[in-house]
């Protein structure tokens, strides 16, 4: 719909002019003229060909909590937006911040809920938090610059404990759901930092 309303505006403004003669331009070459490579290259533009999940399967996690990562950048997590692709009964507001849609974006990085247990936790384990100057980016872009914040061993910890938190949130996001039950978001950060205690033990064994 916002993009149909977008093109509506777009359209809009444009003004024929009758005693004019038709220019067709192809915006995928600098020259404006159409090529089978340009025509080739342009349909993966906005693909995620080019984003880097290395840094996800090195980080120092679980591996249910590296394919959770996965998934959410994936944006394949059975949250309200996708339960409502597939014509599934959901309640589409979040049931963590009760205040917006619930997609896998709002999830991991726009929910207050979400954000108050990842303060919590960078405050607890001293590691640098992830970078706010694009909030409003979408999920891939945001995780783009996450791992590009810090490097070595100091980059495995912070996105591990980035999965663990986002797991943690999902956990308390289906206990809310369907156990009517919740925890605040300080417990949540308390059980990110015991996981996260309990990976860092089972590394030095």
Known sequence: ????????????????????????????????????????????????ANTNFMPLWRAEAEP???????LILHQRTLTAENLLLRHWPCDW???????????????????SFTNTVWSQVC?????????N?????NILEWW????HSTYGRRRRKLIGALLITWWQVWLERNRRIFHQKQLSATQVAFLVKENIDAIQILRHT
Request: aromatic content about 10%; some cysteine.
């Open 123 to 131: 405050s607890w384990l001293d590691i640098m938090q992830t970078p």
């Open 64 to 70: 249910k909590h590296r394919f959770f990562g996965w």
């Open 1 to 48: 719909i916002n993009e149909l309303v977008h093109l509506g505006s777009k359209l809009h403004e444009i003004r024929l002019h009758p005693n004019s003669l038709d220019s067709i331009t192809w915006k995928w070459t600098n020259h404006g003229e159409y090529s089978a490579k340009s025509a080739y290259e342009m349909q993966f533009v906005g693909s995620v």
């Open 93 to 111: 507001i979040c049931s963590l911040c009760t205040d917006a849609f619930e997609d896998a974006n709002h999830l991991a990085k726009e929910c």
């Open 133 to 137: 100057q694009l909030q409003d980016a």
């Open 144 to 147: 783009t610059s996450i791992i």
